[in-house]
């Protein structure tokens, strides 16, 4: 039985590689909001480790929608089934795959945008790719596709947690308002201990009332997620294209919302000059080599210094406004967009796991190309 | 004849994935400024195309130290030998390996320092990885490895010109002085008109007196690049983690010395709300569909929309300097580094060609993935 | 909180790549025969194609146990869900996951063999890499683990189809009894014509006997597959390492049981002289140019002619038999082995859809590579 | 300056994946037989290791034509030149560049054939593919291209003496006429004992005479190579698509004239029952585990066990013969094809340093993916 009809390649695109992430410690995600599930298989983790489910699952609690009315009120219990690579609790070598099934679909919501182009979405460029309408979320670009990332970054932490490394993130920005902190005593207690996630009470109080403030005005508003790294050993990283940096910008710059990236002093390092710039070496009590300063954000010529790693990353308002705006639909009409569904006024507390999640995705894989591991 | 000696890998590392960049036009660079050369394998580019040398021999001496007094006063003619995949002018479709021998060595400038780590240098890192000093610029982590990236940039500029794709880079700031230029109007003659490459003359002429007085100082200075290409169409790019915003963040930041990167409003844009952020679609006089405003940068949901794509990228100051500095050496004693040798007070002018080199690296890959090539 | 216990790697392995295969078609399988279940990622699939769901589980009812009498009798439904990737029957360009329940896991059949290694087995060697027992066929060695190979491939099918090619495979020897055929006329309809998928009936009525004998024996026997694709057009393949033979050859050596590959006149051409070997060109009649014999099996310097692509694959006997067998345990002791559980005396017949999926999945990938779908 | 014309894609090819072998210690060839020359870059060789220089151009000795009379006598020095990865004869880990500048090109030899494809050649598929004949041996199809092979091939036999495993490979058959010698006794020395590659020296004489023979009746004929490598530990090769012996068929089936592959018992094993092919363990007298025959090839399930590894090789009889032969021209007219130029009759004795160079890059990337290098 052969077809004559040739395939349809206008819209043909190589997408292969797009849903892969690492090299040995290497994640494809898979799903769309609007189908049975969505998922993760974690192809690289070492056999013999014991894995706790549940702190995959808590992981996915603390991304889900819902939490808080800070944020999405969509409804999805994301029960994480880990359907293979695991037996009596203990890792086998082989593929872990994990399924979330999708329980709040609700396609109909979307009815009205079907054939408008969403501002600052990626409904018209999906489109151009693929000649598919990204709507109702039934694209990857969706955000729902990064809950398979935290389920498979839950696993590189608990491996990550054995070498001594940890990793923490927190709301560092809202709109403006700073967060005034150390960031070398940061928890992840103490982060969790407001709704938006931010470590210094008073600017998070500060913060949600942005946040509820936007709500009210049917708008939105962005920030920025600061991160560390505490516990990776000199050595971690490659020196030329694989940067630890370069990875880790990847990484981030691959979540949706991202627009900017920086690590050490990033933009704000380019003022001062090298006298100032410079972090000195000195030996530690221990023997150990440390720097006084950390400027470099624990990366020197993309290998890891032994230092914390710090990572600052910015997040624009998110694009689901409750305002008309105008557009274009699908035939070239202009158009104008009426509000319609839910909205996220302020994306950046449900941004932390991700956040924690792509940079121990990053750390895990050069962990094992360092053969660190032993 | 088996020997016992097993291979001592305290250092291990696999470091096979960390010298290529791309995936369908991929590019593998090799060398240390030491040895008798460096350069670059390109797999991946198309057949039957007309491959200029001099626009690759131009490239490279856009890069190359020695051209004003701002810059590095290391002499290297970096002529560059095409070894294979171009026959008669035409490229045959296989590899294309070019070579640039190394005629200014002088490893003896680099003595005093062959035991000291230099601040911020990736000595201390290279050395934990690998067992072995970066020293003398002997490793990869060396600026020098940047020349393999401009050849191969500059073959993917041509096959991106006849795509009707064009970038420009430019100095953008140095020490907070920042140039006032319309983005969109930029050449690349108007970048080459003033050695520190800044296509604001006024703000040229500070930003070349900020490096003469950052050289008398003994000191460096850091600054920004900025960076757009024109005419990219819609549809490349991956909406997960190969998203063009990630492949471009990670592109810039294996640059050495960058410390962050913007795509469109980059951390400015978190200080809006989504209903400033947002740029509205139109309809354009030709049918085709474009954004009143570009926060976006060209990219929505990881895919290219048809907008110029732009880019902003911070350099630190140079971590060498003309100063006496503490730090430890390899035996872990703390010391002093005595300055030696050659100082470039600011990168910026030569870091602009890399810039450029990257971003069509980038760019062409994504074009083939997305089959835009037909 | 750093944890003192390093994770145990005497026995680890980066298996990261391990469970992928292909480059731009790219497939991860993934699951255990005794855990929830098994599946498979595609990557890499168009949008916008029409995708049959009852094709795929056709070819996995061809590929599971149970089928008659010739195989073995463990009972598994092989009911196939497609998770993600497809909406209304039409694919999205995104990943395709395919999960697989297991139904029938009896881990008590395996208790007698939980400590003694099997011989032939995979059983010493994945203990001596993962130092964990494959025991129950919990491991990936599984021939299970094909499920997910027949059902991409059948979704690889259906795309080749579209551009006019078909694959056939069938078994042409058992334990030296040949099948006389023209390779040119089989169907699959032919094939499927008796248990032994042999479409020479006079040939197929010895092997079953030969198999049945084998079966009373509590033996097993052997055999070669062939396979040929129809309908490739000229240009697929790479010429150096990706040339098709070789990853045709990859493809089937990673099937189990699978000792030899051929492709074209194999083994039995290196007994003749250039001058009998060489394939002549001529000009069909409809001004296309074709070969007058295939001695090169449908491939000339890696890339294929035009010509049905032929291959022969090697099955060795399964070394499951039911007769007690001298072995070694875990511990290093010798001892018996007494046969229990089921009993597959000639794994034949269900190779047939497994090679098939394989050859479809690699024809795929070169297509794709060489942009065949425009 | 951007150009109007589109790149013509009618013979587009994604190349990018088909010059580069191996996952960890991964080679990339380039050049052609008429360009300035050919090479290899090798990623992922560990650092601090001593390189043998004259073993690497030992083994290209043994590979360049001009050998003895029985093999082409175009003269090639195939002098290596390293450009890079290597400082005082120790390795550094980063990439090492080789380069082989070409000598007697002789593009004139080759113009009687530039219109009319060669029978059994790759220059009608490569004309197919690209758009661009072959010819004079300017394509990568021209065994030229294996130079670079041998050179990385070298380095690897270099990593996997001091792993204990020696690689030997043999010409086993030449026309039929087949070698009588005990495969574990063969040195490399008895190997190049005859100019034909056979340790055998009675089947040796009547080899080079049916050789001798073939190159007067301007004819070639064909044989099989044998190759085992000794001292591989259990654990090399993963369990599903990248089995041992699925990357060793890759790596021979890349090697042009390569028309099948057999491990372990091969063909021949599908003869046996299951009984009488098993391999059973036994103690050794140190206390490891062995098998007391070895038709599994040292290799089960994928993974090493510990047996030597066993392959056998079909190499076709070469397709270059000094006869008149009918065919078709660029133009799709029938012609006939004079002989012209040098002629090779059996290119068996080259392919010896060719598998062997092939077997160890297959065994030193898993060798790394297992980190047996610890």
């Known amino acids: 039985m052969i077809s004559n ?7 043909r695109t190589l997408a292969a590689m797009g849903s892969s992430f690492g090299v040995l410690f290497r994640i494809t995600t898979f799903g769309e909001s609007h189908g049975p599930g969505l998922g993760v298989v974690v192809d690289g983790c070492p056999p013999q480790l014991p894995l706790d489910v549940a702190h995959i699952q808590a992981a996915l609690d603390r991304r889900r929608p819902g939490q808080s009315r800070l944020v999405s009120q969509r409804k999805e219990d994301d029960k994480v089934e880990v359907l293979s690579g695991v037996i009596d609790g203990m890792t086998l070598g082989t593929p872990i795959a994990m399924l979330i099934r999708n329980t709040d679909a609700r396609g109909k919501d979307y009815d009205a945008i079907a054939r408008a182009y969403r501002p600052s979405h990626a409904d018209y460029t999906y489109d151009a790719k693929y000649g598919i309408r990204a709507v109702a979320g039934g694209g990857r670009a ?17 491996l990550l ?49 942005r946040v509820e403030r936007a709500r ?15 516990g990776v050993p000199p050595g971690w990283g490659d020196p030329v294209f694989d940067k630890l940096e370069a990875d880790l910008a990847k990484a981030m710059m691959s979540i949706p919302a991202v627009k900017g990236i920086e690590n050490g002093s990033g933009f704000a390092g380019t003022l001062l000059t ?44 998110t694009a689901t406004i409750m305002r008309p705006q105008p557009t274009v639909d699908r035939d ?22 991700i956040v924690e999640a792509m940079m121990a995705l990053v750390l895990i894989d050069h962990a094992l190309r360092q053969a660190a591991l032993r």
Chains 1, 2, 3, 4 share one sequence.
């Open 161 to 209: 947690a054995r070498l001594g490394v940890s990793i923490v993130a927190w709301v560092d920005e809202v709109s403006g308002i700073a967060a005034n902190v150390d960031p070398d005593a940061i928890t992840r207690d103490a982060v969790d201990a407001t709704d938006i996630r931010c470590p210094d009470p008073a600017a998070a109080a500060q913060m949600i009332e």
């Open 216 to 230: 009210k005005d049917g708008d939105s508003v962005g920030g920025v997620v600061r991160a560390v790294a505490r």
């Open 274 to 317: 090298g006298s100032d710039h410079n972090d000195h070496f000195y030996r530690r009590d221990d023997g150990s080599i440390g720097t006084r300063t950390n400027r470099s954000g624990g990366i020197q010529g993309g290998i890891s210094n032994g230092e914390p790693i710090t990572l600052r990353i910015a997040f624009k308002p």
């Open 142 to 158: 969706s955000a729902r596709e990064t809950a398979g990332r935290v389920a498979a970054g839950a696993i590189a932490e608990q």
């Open 332 to 353: 070239g009409n202009e158009t104008v967009l009426e509000p319609k569904g839910r909205h996220d006024p302020c994306v950046l507390p449900r941004a932390v796991p």
């Open 5 to 11: 009809s040739r395939i349809d390649m206008r819209h």
